[in-house]
């Protein structure tokens, strides 16, 4: 069992950026494979960005690519995502994810939720 919880979110301009933080229990955290999602009200949960086990591979939507990078640091059990140039469209509810499978962009590909945190880009 791992448990997820998400942090940085926030109300923030357009253009701007936030850093999401999602902390980690246990101590099997680098067996995990993890995934940022986000929804949006009456969307479905979308993939953002992945990230392998120790971070040498990331995956991005192309709707976030060149904007938002993720990153990890096992040590701290701590998984992190970076969003810049912030859009109105990017507004929405942000998970973290983890899985044992190595990045996948489908979030039942993933076995660990956190609780989610609110990002708001106003225009």
């Known amino acids: 069992q791992v448990q997820l919880v998400e942090s940085g979110g926030g109300l923030v301009q357009a253009g701007g950026s936030l850093r999401l933080s999602c902390a980690a229990s246990?101590?099997?955290?680098?067996?995990?494979?993890m995934g940022w999602f986000r929804q949006a009200p009456g969307l479905e949960r979308g993939f953002a960005a992945g990230?392998?086990?120790?971070?040498?591979?990331?995956e991005y939507a192309d709707s976030v690519k060149g904007r938002f990078t993720v990153s990890r640091d096992n040590a701290k059990n701590t998984v992190y995502l970076q969003m810049n140039s912030l859009k109105p469209e990017d507004t929405a509810v942000y998970y973290c994810?983890?899985?044992?499978?190595?990045?996948?962009?489908?979030?039942?590909?993933?076995?660990?939720w956190g609780q989610g945190t609110q990002v708001t880009v106003s225009s």
């Open positions: 990230i392998s086990r120790y971070g040498v591979i990331t």
């Open positions: 246990g101590r099997t955290f680098s067996t995990y494979a």
């Open positions: 994810a983890a899985t044992t499978f190595g990045v996948r962009r489908t979030p039942v590909s993933y076995d660990y």
